[in-house]
């Protein structure tokens, strides 16, 4: 009966170690699509500064798939 409580133990300290690796990693992901969102706004007025068409279209449509990948 003894061991009861050190599992217990054991299993809270695991469950709270797995929510934290998990909170890490949602940060760094947030962290990352937020630099790779203002790397394509920065590119997008480059080219259109630059009047580039296609690096305009590349960008945005980058810029979309991004935005949509943080909706759902």
């Given at each position: 009966?003894?061991?009861y409580p050190q599992v217990?133990?054991?299993?809270?300290?695991?469950?709270?170690?797995?929510?934290?690796?998990?909170?890490?990693?949602?940060?760094?992901?947030?962290?990352?699509?937020?630099?790779?969102?203002?790397?394509?706004?920065?590119?997008?007025?480059?080219?259109?500064v630059n009047h580039d068409?296609?690096?305009?279209?590349?960008?945005?449509?980058?810029?979309?798939?991004?935005?949509?990948?943080?909706?759902?």
């Amino acid at each position: 009966m003894n061991q009861y409580p050190q599992v217990k133990q054991n299993g809270l300290e695991t469950f709270v170690s797995n929510l934290n690796n998990l909170y890490i990693e949602l940060l760094i992901d947030d962290v990352l699509k937020t630099q790779k969102k203002t790397e394509y706004q920065q590119l997008i007025d480059e080219a259109l500064v630059n009047h580039d068409e296609a690096a305009f279209m590349t960008y945005t449509e980058a810029l979309k798939q991004l935005e949509d990948m943080s909706v759902e």
